[in-house]
C-alpha cells in the first residue's frame, strides 16, 4: 500500500512540473483575451523565451539575469503582436503563425551558429532554477514527494493565478480591460484608452511566458532541444478557452493537460507504443475542446 501511495504522490508530482509551464502560458493566453487581442503566438513566443533565458544562463551563470532576459523576450514577442494587431490592424492569425515560424527558424539558426548543433544543448556544470524545499514536508513520507523538486517558478505559477485573479476581478485596471474585452467601442466611450491598454496588459503578461520559457530550459534540467516548446503553446490556448479566461479556471484546465503528459510518461512501461503515449497530450486537447464546443453549442440552443 505505500509503494502505491507513493507511486500516486510521483504522478502527482510529475503533474505539478507539467501543469505550471502551460498554467504560465494560459495566463498570458487569458489577459490577450480579456483584452480582446487574439494571440496565437504563444508557442513562438514561449520557444524564445526558453532558447534566451538557456543562451543566458550558458555564458553568464547567473540564473537571476537569465530569468529577466527570458521575461525580456516574453514581453517583447507578446508586444511584437500586440502592436501589429491593434495598431497596424494585422490579421492575427497571420501575425501568430509569423511569429511562430519566426521563433522556429530563429531558434534553429542560432543553435547551429552557436552550439554547432541543430539538437540539444546540455552543460553539466549550469545551474537551474533553484529548487524549493519547504521545511518540515520534505521528511514525510507521501507528502514529501509530492511537491519535492519543485522551482522557486513553480510555486510561484500558482501564486500569479490568484494575484491575476484579484487583478482582473477586484481592481479598477482589471474592469477596464475586462470592459474592453466585452465591448471595446463602449469602453472606448466611457474615455478608455483601448489600443494602450491592450498593448501595455498583453505586454506584462508576456512575462509570464518568459517564466514558463526559463522553466523549460533550467527546470527539472539545465538544456535546450529544438522545437522544445512542444505544442505547449497550442495546449495553453485549449486550456485559455477551457476556462474561458478566468485565473483561477486556468488552474483546472492546465491541470488536465499536466496530467495527460504524466499519463503519458507512466505508461512508458506498458505495451503500448510510445508514438501512441506521446499522442495522449495532444489527443486529451482535441477531445476536451470538443467536449467544450459541444457543451457551449448546447447551451446557446437552449
Not at 63 to 78: D, E, P, R, S, W
Not at 83 to 111: C, D, H, R
Not at 217 to 243: D, E, H, K, P, W
Request: contains cysteine.
Amino acid at each position: 500500500m505505500n509503494l502505491s501511495l507513493n507511486y500516486l504522490a510521483s504522478v502527482f508530482n510529475s503533474t505539478l512540473r507539467y501543469m505550471t509551464p502551460i498554467l504560465l502560458v494560459c495566463l498570458c493566453a487569458g489577459v490577450c483575451s480579456k483584452a480582446r487581442v487574439f494571440n496565437i503566438g504563444l508557442e513562438g513566443t514561449l520557444l524564445m523565451s526558453a532558447f534566451f533565458a538557456f543562451l543566458t544562463q550558458y555564458f553568464t551563470r547567473n540564473i537571476v539575469l537569465a530569468v529577466l532576459v527570458g521575461m525580456i523576450t516574453g514581453m517583447a514577442g507578446t508586444f511584437i503582436i500586440a502592436f501589429f494587431i491593434v495598431k497596424l490592424n494585422g490579421e492575427p492569425m497571420i501575425v501568430g503563425m509569423a511569429v511562430n515560424k519566426f521563433a522556429q527558424g530563429l531558434t534553429t539558426f542560432l543553435l547551429q551558429m552557436i552550439f554547432h548543433t541543430k539538437g540539444t544543448v546540455s552543460d553539466t556544470s549550469m545551474k537551474g532554477l533553484t529548487k524549493v524545499t519547504i521545511p518540515g514536508i520534505k521528511d514525510i513520507p507521501v507528502i514529501g514527494t509530492m511537491f519535492g523538486n519543485l522551482t522557486v517558478v513553480d510555486y510561484l505559477a500558482f501564486a500569479l493565478s490568484i494575484i491575476m485573479f484579484i487583478v482582473m476581478y477586484r481592481t479598477v485596471i482589471g474592469f477596464r480591460i475586462r470592459c474592453i474585452g466585452i465591448n471595446p467601442e463602449a469602453a472606448s466611450s466611457l474615455g478608455i484608452r483601448v489600443p494602450t491598454y491592450q498593448i501595455i496588459s498583453t505586454t506584462l503578461s508576456g512575462s509570464f511566458i518568459g517564466l514558463a520559457g526559463c522553466l523549460l530550459s533550467l527546470g527539472s534540467v539545465t538544456m535546450f532541444m529544438q522545437n522544445i516548446s512542444a505544442a505547449r503553446g497550442y495546449v495553453a490556448l485549449a486550456a485559455n478557452n477551457l476556462c474561458f479566461g478566468h485565473p483561477i479556471g486556468a488552474l483546472a484546465s492546465s491541470a488536465l493537460f499536466g496530467f495527460t503528459t504524466a499519463l503519458a510518461q507512466v505508461l512508458q512501461n506498458s505495451a503500448l507504443k510510445q508514438q501512441l503515449l506521446n499522442c495522449i497530450p495532444y489527443i486529451s486537447t482535441i477531445l476536451a475542446m470538443a467536449v467544450f464546443n459541444y457543451a457551449n453549442a448546447r447551451k446557446r440552443r437552449k
